[in-house]
Nanobody, 112 residues
Framework: VQLVESGGGLVQPGGSLRLSCAAS????????MSWYRQAPGNKRELVAS????????NYVDSVKGRFTISRDNAKNTVYLQMNSLKPDDTAVYYC??????WGQGTQVTVSS
């Protein structure tokens, strides 16, 4: 199993980023996928999840209305569209497959 995140970077408050997670080594379309984040000194927290068919999503309260999780099962990729970014969104963002596999993470920094 391999999960490779991309799309992180430095963005000003109010800006947007789109994270991608390319998956391989398993039948992607059969598994729930999630995005987590971890800021320095904090525990890793669940940000958003999406069911295997993409029909149901779930978000932590702090990102509702700003972030959107989606997936393309034909491309074995899960996305996290992040809008109206805030400095508190600064963290390393990780992709996770429901059985506990993790990517290496991608840094998101929101700062002016």
């Amino acid at each position: 199993v391999q999960l490779v995140e991309s799309g992180g970077g430095l963005v000003q408050p109010g800006g947007s980023l789109r994270l991608s997670c390319a998956a391989s080594g398993f039948k992607f379309s059969s598994y729930l996928m999630s995005w987590y984040r971890q800021a320095p000194g904090n525990k890793r927290e669940l940000v958003a999840s999406i069911t295997s068919d993409g029909r149901s999503t779930n978000y932590v309260d702090s990102v509702k209305g700003r972030f959107t999780i989606s997936r393309d099962n034909a491309k074995n990729t899960v996305y996290l569209q992040m809008n109206s970014l805030k400095p508190d969104d600064t963290a390393v963002y990780y992709c996770q497959q429901v059985l506990g596999y993790w990517g290496q993470g991608t840094q998101v920094t929101v700062s002016s």
